[in-house]
C-alpha cells in the first residue's frame, strides 16, 4: 500500500546492483510512494549487476559514477540536477566493500593497503558525497541523505573484519557532517543500522549464514528484510522525520537492545 510520501520529490540512489540490494528495494519503495529518482552505481557494478531493469521498472536514467571519485561525483550531481531540473531532496548511499574480506585476510594480518581501500570505498565516500552536495547546494531545504551501517560499528562481530572500522568512521561522518548541513540548510544526515540481510555484498562475510540466524534468534521481531529497510528508508526521506537528523537508526528486530533470548539460550545449552 502506498501512502504518496514522496510525492513531488526526488533522488539519487546509490548501490543498487540486483534485486537482492536493500538499495533496489529502496528505490523501488520511493518510487510506489511518488519520487523520481536517478539510479547510480559503479561501471563494473552497472555492468555485472541489472540495474538497466531498475531503471526501466522506476522510469529513470542511470548515471555511472566511482563514489570515490570526486570527479565521478561532481558529474553525477550535476547530470542529477539537469534531469530533476534543479535541486533535489534525498539521496541513499548503499556503497560498502572490503578487499581484505574479499581476500580472505583475517582482521590480525591486515593488508593496510587493502585496508585504506575498504576506508575509502565504505566511508570516506560518504564524506565525498556529502562535501560535493554541499558545495553544490544540490538539496533543497529538509532534504535528507541516509546511508547503511552495521551495528558492528559498535560492538565486535566475528568476521566483519575491517568494515566495522569503516561503518564506524561512516557514523562519525554522518554527525560532523550533519551538524555542519543541519545548520546551513536543514538538511538531515542519518544512517540505518539494519538486520544482517542476504545481499549480494553481505554473502561475501564469512559466517554470514551464521550470523543471520543468531541475529534472527536474537531479536524479539526477528530480523528485518531488505523490503522492511526500504520501507524505513523511505520514511526518512520524507516529510514525517523533519527533525530527525545526526542519529544512527536501528532497524534491526530489537537485536541491539538484547542481551540474552530465551530462543538463544535454548540453542546455547544444546550446543554445550
Request: hydrophobic letters at 40%; aromatic letters at 10%.
Amino acid at each position: 500500500m502506498a501512502y504518496g510520501l514522496l510525492k513531488g520529490k526526488k533522488g539519487i540512489v546509490f548501490g543498487a546492483l540486483n534485486d537482492q540490494s536493500i538499495a533496489w528495494k529502496a528505490a523501488l519503495k520511493a518510487r510506489e510512494e511518488g519520487a523520481e529518482l536517478v539510479l547510480t552505481n559503479t561501471p563494473v557494478s552497472i555492468r555485472l549487476g541489472t540495474i538497466d531493469q531498475l531503471a526501466s521498472q522506476c522510469g529513470a536514467i542511470v548515471v555511472p559514477a566511482d563514489a570515490t571519485s570526486m570527479e565521478d561525483l561532481d558529474t553525477l550531481v550535476d547530470k542529477a540536477m539537469e534531469q530533476f531540473g534543479g535541486q533535489f531532496d534525498f539521496v541513499l548511499h548503499s556503497v560498502g566493500m572490503s578487499p581484505n574480506i574479499r581476500k580472505s585476510r583475517p582482521y590480525e594480518d591486515t593488508n593496510y593497503d587493502f585496508f585504506n581501500k575498504t576506508l575509502d570505498i565504505s566511508a570516506l565516500s560518504f564524506h565525498k558525497l556529502l562535501n560535493v552536495l554541499y558545495r553544490k547546494d544540490a538539496l533543497k531545504e529538509w532534504g535528507s541523505v541516509v546511508a547503511l551501517t552495521y551495528i558492528a560499528a559498535q560492538r565486535t562481530f566475528q568476521g566483519y573484519n575491517d568494515m566495522a572500522d569503516a561503518k564506524a568512521l561512516l557514523e562519525s561522518i554522518a554527525r560532523s557532517f550533519g551538524a555542519i548541513y543541519g545548520k546551513k540548510r536543514h538538511v538531515r544526515v542519518n544512517t540505518v543500522s539494519q538486520s544482517p540481510t542476504k545481499t549480494t555484498a553481505g554473502s561475501g562475510i564469512a559466517g554470514m549464514e551464521d550470523m543471520f540466524t543468531y541475529a534472527d534468534k536474537m531479536s524479539p521481531l526477528g530480523n528485518a528484510s531488505a523490503s522492511d529497510c526500504a520501507d524505513y528508508i523511505v520514511t526518512l526521506f520524507s516529510d514525517l522525520t523533519r527533525h530527525v537528523t545526526m542519529q544512527t537508526l536501528y532497524h534491526d528486530g530489537g537485536f541491539s537492545s538484547t542481551g540474552l533470548t530465551a530462543d538463544a539460550m535454548e540453542i546455547f545449552k544444546k550446543g554445550m
